[in-house]
């Protein structure tokens, strides 16, 4: 499973990186912008993600859009709905509002910080990344 | 469902939302108990509520009451499509019940922070069973048809998964605001180094401005604006306090316990305000390379070692905020101006803006009955125009909170029904239960008391009132027992009663226990009046007794009941017909914490009592006062006999007056007995406020709480009940 993480705080994307890296290759970037850079160049390389973790509150591109940046991509190259990556929030932000917004813009999960290690696998498993 | 008013965390959401469905589950059941069916509206209503649960448990990974879910809406998916006729209904809501309930039962472990880890497997067993049971014997083309049903799933939108966080009931936000005294130096430094001794219990911490690293010119924006920090963490605001307290210079501290979403709006508006304390020179540019901080930056600032790794992540962030700030902005404020129509407030707020009012008419007393206003000759027409005014509105905004507070009981009494169907189930008695002004508001505070005590009369009325069925038919009764569920407004009090047309009280059992308990004294049965004898049943040692002998009659936890009422401040009333049913009603009053009261005053102590507990003032002579041989004394007012408690005796207050014709008597009354109560004369009257009597008083027989006074004296306020049972 090759992971994209997107984290502005050191700590927490120390934290996903060490977690999710058991499960194979992690890149770690720093806010929504870098993320869909990194999304892109993977997509060019033919190696794209299969998990791709954003945080809500980032600089430049917030979770939200980098979720519909990435969303839109892959519509515009018509990218099969099994072939797309699977894309977890990682936010403080709990608001039912704020979940369900995310989910409209085609997240598959959505995970309240701090994350619930046991849980976060479980889904993995359910999305049969693991 | 996506409701962009929606603010509360996606788990309340969740249990709210699955609460609610379940309620209406129950209602529709209980409705069609008597059709005997349901009908096609009902068939769709419970497949779309056992869809909603299903899916919003699945998405908050809740696997148990998702399957659960799932099947009894596979059940409901055969009913509407393949509408088989002669489903065993009672049996089918005996299912639907225990889903519920189990459901209901992973609630309440979801709510105290638990695991939901119930299993229903017997329960989805036996749902399969009954399912193939109701197409059993259709053949096989109805095989075919359930084998569709699957095919169908796949069309409901792909699944989502909610996450929930660990312990998030324990995490915080704060905002927090520091200002610096104005002499300190680099107050940007100082403000550094508090953010970094946060840093280490902050699970998310935003502060403003951002760019108190990289730039210089952040200092004076600090003094002179302060310093605002956001900060989520599972510490208290004590703990914060502490590690703020590290750097120095801090001229004042203010932390304020916030919500999420207010953390999210300082989020919004750090970005936004950010900017301007930087000015002209927006970009940076050098400051991506960490070298040249440490000389382009003033170099005192980077003694501290560990600093500098933080430092040079904190320059970057800075310098990446600025960068795309004007960006992700907008959105957000637009979205809400035009959704908010309604907000949900925090109880604890609530309850600070009633202690506010009640402070204020305190405070207007003071003012408006000020000695200063008694000097001889002074015109206060004026001010008394303006006294007018600001009684009216204080007493207007008085009932603007109190509407605030107010809830219809239907929620309640809904309830209700499902305890009437369980209790009556279980006994093999038929009973209806008819509900009557279930839109009445009360406060929310009562609610909470009254919901108790109002189950308990319910399953009293079941059990003990109502007659089994055989023994009704075999006097004549109508089969089906009647419970009739009634509130109202009945001046100044919100009336609740629950009366059931069952066997009713019976005097003669009530007294002869009383009399085997010691409870009767030295009176003659006769004395006794029927609501005394009733109020047995609410004595503590009474009840249990009867129970273990398996007495007939009630009494099943009446004293928690009777206590819970008087919490707020409420009484039972409990009336009865023997062989025709009883009738206990809650009278409890509308408001606790503002009264009306009459002030009236002893040797210098000041009393007041309810105004609606005071039935006439009168002065008595000497000849109407009746002493016994044993030093009690009543007076006798128009054939009337009062008993007669002289307060400075009472309680002895040394003074006052001892002639009774010098002072004044003060009927009381108290549900409906009466008390003649001797005073040296009267005060006043006033909006009282009531407070509890301090716990370091040990309690006092006829006194339930004290207030504040106009001249700022304090004032006991007498508690009839106590008094008249002193008697």
């Known amino acids: 499973m090759r992971t994209l993480i997107a984290e502005d705080d050191f700590a927490s994307r120390k934290f996903m990186l060490k977690f999710l890296s058991k499960y194979g290759e992690c890149d770690p970037t720093v806010d929504g912008m870098e993320a869909v850079d990194a999304y892109l160049m993977a997509l060019e390389a033919e ?15 917030d979770g939200y859009q980098a979720l519909k940046a990435i969303r839109d991509i ?7 709905e ?9 936010t403080a932000l709990n608001e039912g509002a704020n979940v369900n917004k995310a989910f409209n813009l085609g997240c598959v999960a959505y995970a309240g910080k701090p994350i619930d290690q046991a849980k976060f696998e479980n889904v993995l498993r359910k999305l049969e990344l693991i | 469902m996506a409701d962009d008013m929606i603010t509360e965390g996606m788990l309340d959401m969740f249990i709210f939302e699955t609460e609610q469905g379940l309620e209406t589950l129950e209602n529709i059941c209980l409705e069609s108990r008597d059709a005997g069916e349901f009908d096609d509206d009902h068939v ?8 909603t649960i299903k899916g919003a448990s699945a998405v908050m990974m809740y696997q148990n009451i998702a399957t659960l879910a799932h099947k009894l809406e596979d059940v409901f998916y055969y009913i509407r499509e393949s509408k088989p006729e ?16 189990f459901v209901n039962a992973e609630l309440e472990k979801i709510k105290e922070g638990a695991e939901s880890d119930g299993v229903a497997d017997d329960l989805i067993e036996q749902l399969d069973k009954y399912l193939k049971k109701i197409q059993g014997g259709k053949g096989a083309a109805k095989k ?7 095919a169908h799933a796949p069309e409901e939108e792909k699944p989502h998964f909610y996450i929930a966080p660990v312990a998030s009931d324990s995490s915080h936000f704060y905002s927090i605001f520091i200002t610096y005294s104005p002499d300190t130096d680099m107050a940007n430094i100082k403000a550094y180094i508090a953010i970094n001794a946060l840093k280490g219990i902050a699970e998310d911490i935003l502060f403003m401005p951002s760019d108190i690293i990289s730039n210089p010119d952040s200092a004076a924006v600090v003094l002179e604006f302060g310093f605002k920090i956001a900060i989520q963490t599972t510490e208290d605001a004590d703990r914060i306090m502490e590690l703020i307290n590290t750097s120095s210079g801090i001229e004042q501290v203010e932390i304020n316990e916030c919500t999420g979403q207010e953390f999210l709006e300082f989020c919004t508006e750090a970005e936004s305000k950010a900017p301007a304390s930087t000015a002209g020179e927006i970009v940076l540019g050098p400051i991506e390379q960490p070298t040249i901080r440490t000389d382009a930056k003033k170099p005192e600032a980077i003694t501290l070692t560990e600093e500098e790794e933080k430092g040079v992540e904190a320059v970057k962030e800075a310098q990446k905020e600025k960068a795309e700030k004007p960006a992700p902005k907008k959105k957000k404020p637009a979205k809400k101006a035009e959704t908010q129509s309604f907000i949900s407030v925090n109880i604890k707020k609530m309850d600070l803006l009633m202690d506010l009012i009640g402070e204020l008419v305190i405070a207007q007393a003071v003012v408006l009955q000020n000695p200063d206003l008694k000097v001889p000759g002074l015109d206060l027409s004026n001010f008394k125009k303006a006294a007018a005014q600001l009684t009216k509105i204080s007493s207007e905004l008085q009932e603007a909170i109190m509407a605030m507070r107010m809830m219809p009981l239907k929620n309640t009494f809904q309830k209700m029904n499902r305890i009437v169907y369980d209790t009556s189930k279980k006994l093999g ?13 009360v406060d929310k505070n009562i609610i909470e008391h009254i919901s108790d005590p109002l189950m308990h009369l319910i399953r009293n009325s079941v059990d003990h009132g109502i007659e089994s069925n055989e023994k009704r038919a075999s006097i004549g009764k109508l089969e089906k027992g009647k419970i009739v569920l009634e509130a109202k407004n009945e001046g100044g009090q919100v009336w609740i009663s629950v009366s059931d047309n069952g066997k009713g009280l019976k005097r003669d059992e009530i007294l002869a226990k009383a009399q085997a308990n010691g409870l009767l004294g030295n009176r003659s049965e006769r004395d006794f009046t029927d609501k005394e004898v009733y109020n047995f049943i609410t004595l503590p040692g009474f009840s249990t007794k009867k129970q273990v002998t398996e007495y007939s009659g009630r009494g099943v936890g009446m004293d928690v009941v009777v206590k819970n009422i008087q919490e707020v401040g409420g009484v039972l009333d409990i009336d009865s017909e023997e062989g025709r049913g009883s009738t206990m009603t809650m009278k409890i009053p509308l408001t606790l914490a503002i009264i009306d009261g009459i002030i009236f005053s002893v040797a210098g102590t000041n009393f007041v009592s309810a105004t609606n507990t005071v039935t006439e003032f009168i002065r008595v002579d000497e000849e109407q006062l009746i002493i016994e041989p044993d030093g009690e004394e009543y007076v006798m007012i128009r054939d009337i006999c009062y008993p007669l408690i002289r307060l400075n005796e009472f309680y002895h207050i040394a003074g006052g007056k001892e002639k009774i014709s010098d002072g004044i008597v003060i009927i009381l009354s108290y549900e409906d007995r009466k008390v003649a109560v001797f005073a040296d004369g009267l005060a006043g009257e006033q909006e009282i406020v009531v407070k509890p009597i301090p716990s370091y008083i040990k309690k006092v027989p ?5 207030t504040q006074l106009g001249d700022g004296s304090i004032s006991l306020i007498l508690d009839i009940g106590g008094l008249v049972d002193k008697k």
């Open chain 2, 429 to 441: 008695k038929d009973i209806e239960l008819e509900v009557i002004g279930e839109d009445t508001e």
């Open chain 1, 82 to 90: 099994d072939k797309q990556a699977k894309i977890i929030m990682t």
């Open chain 1, 47 to 61: 190696m794209p993600y299969d998990l791709v973790c954003l945080d809500i509150m980032m600089p430049k591109l």
């Open chain 2, 44 to 51: 769709n209503e419970i497949f779309r509520i056992m869809h």
């Open chain 2, 86 to 101: 002669n489903i065993p209904h009672a049996e089918l809501l005996d299912y639907i019940f225990e889903v519920s309930d």
């Open chain 2, 702 to 706: 006829g006194i339930s709480g004290c």
């Open chain 1, 74 to 80: 892959e519509q515009e190259r018509n990218i099969p």
């Open chain 2, 144 to 150: 075919e048809e359930q084998a569709a049903a699957p």
